[in-house]
């Protein structure tokens, strides 16, 4: 298929993964409401053409906690990415390493975070996630820090997995889950041979580490859901900034009390997220919540958004509406699926030049100028 856009990886993806693989990238919570609410209230965001402004060259070039990227972009955590691609997670990071963007590991990644260190030519980014096991969350920490991670990305709105009904009948979970998953993959032989066999081990490499042995995909669900804590709070966020000594991201907020209690506890920065929609169906979308959160920190923190971007013209709506970059998590997903490291290089590269089309007809000469006077 001709790949003209990012948004087109989505079906690439689509021909090329298992359908309980592709389900899990491309599905939300329940009705699926507030996945959708995110396209839609991003897209509806107006922006101010102007014309006569004598742009050749905007400058695409953002910061993030002083470290200089070519886009105001980071690869946000996916889970289970060695799933997509052969090693994905070592994809994803030389995708991101060859232009110049920060990446951002899942602590629940299929490649032990070593792997991905050892084959990245930049420092990394972690992600954890709030887990009862707070032994797993100080020997991801420690080793990251071994590893020369420098930012650690706190996920705090998956207290409870939320009500994925997509998975129950794709075969991420439910009855029939093996069976199911293997009939899938014999439908598609170029996945089968290239990740499901030789992309092996196929573990959550990092939980592995811990325990000892292996975690595979089938363990992923009931693990996940046994770990998961919804009784902490803002003073658990004490310890993990007395113990981490990089900077720290907050990811998960959509209300500006929160976005203040995040400054208050220590936060470098903060990303405005509802999970891609798979956590609170009905939450805000990341658009509408954006604002008055950037109002109310964003001369604290670095605020970063993620959910509903597909487009160049998206992340430079994004950084109107008051975000310092922005993250890319399904549409780096779906190109991974797609084309491997190549897919997703591709992708970054139509991302950079949809965002200089858009800062040259809005008038804006650089990133770091972007804000709400670009919208109509």
């Given at each position: 298929m001709i790949i003209a856009s990012a948004s087109d990886y989505r079906e690439a993806a689509r021909r090329r993964l298992p359908r309980f693989l592709f389900d899990y990238i491309d599905g939300g919570a329940g009705a699926e409401e507030t996945l959708r609410a995110n396209v839609a209230d991003l897209a509806r965001v107006r922006l101010r053409q102007r014309v006569l402004r004598g742009l050749d060259e905007p400058s695409l070039a953002a910061s993030f906690f002083g470290v200089a990227a070519a886009l105001p972009v980071v690869l946000a955590p996916v889970g289970l990415a060695g799933m997509f691609a052969r090693r994905g997670e070592v994809q994803?990071?030389?995708?991101?390493?060859?232009?110049s963007v920060p990446c951002a590991v899942s602590s629940l990644s299929v490649c032990p975070l070593e792997e991905v260190a050892a084959q990245s030519p930049q420092p990394l980014w972690i992600q954890l996630y709030v887990l009862?096991?707070?032994g797993f969350m100080r020997h991801v920490l420690e080793r990251a820090q071994a590893a020369g991670v420098r930012t650690l990305v706190f996920t705090v709105d998956l207290p409870v997995p939320g009500m994925r009904h997509r998975d129950a009948h794709s075969g991420m979970s439910g009855p029939g889950r093996v069976r199911r998953r293997l009939l899938q993959a014999l439908m598609k032989p170029a996945w089968a041979l290239d990740v499901g066999l030789l992309g092996r081990p196929h573990e959550l490499g990092n939980v592995a580490a811990y325990l000892g042995g292996a975690v595979g995909l089938e363990d992923y669900k009931g693990w996940l859901a046994e770990n998961m804590d919804p009784t902490i709070g803002w003073t658990d966020?004490?310890?993990i900034r007395a113990f981490w000594k990089g900077s720290l991201v907050i990811k998960g907020v959509l209300d500006a009390a929160d976005a203040r209690d995040a400054c208050r506890?220590?936060?470098?920065?903060?990303?405005?997220?509802?999970?891609?929609g798979r956590q609170l169906d009905g939450a805000l979308s990341t658009a509408r919540a954006l604002p008055s959160i950037a109002q109310a920190v964003g001369g604290d923190l670095l605020v970063l958004a993620d959910s509903g971007v597909r487009t160049g013209t998206d992340v430079?709506?994004?950084l109107a509406l008051g975000a310092r970059g922005v993250m890319l998590g399904r549409a780096a997903a779906y190109a991974l699926a797609a084309r491997g490291q190549a897919g997703v290089e591709d992708m970054l590269d139509m991302i950079a030049a949809e965002l200089r089309v858009a800062m040259i007809l809005t008038?804006?000469?650089c990133v770091a100028d972007v804000d709400s006077t670009i919208l109509a």
């Open positions: 994803l990071a030389r995708a991101a390493a060859a232009k009862k096991d707070r966020i004490e310890w506890f220590g936060a470098d920065g903060l990303v405005v997220s509802n999970h891609g430079l709506r994004m008038g804006a000469a």
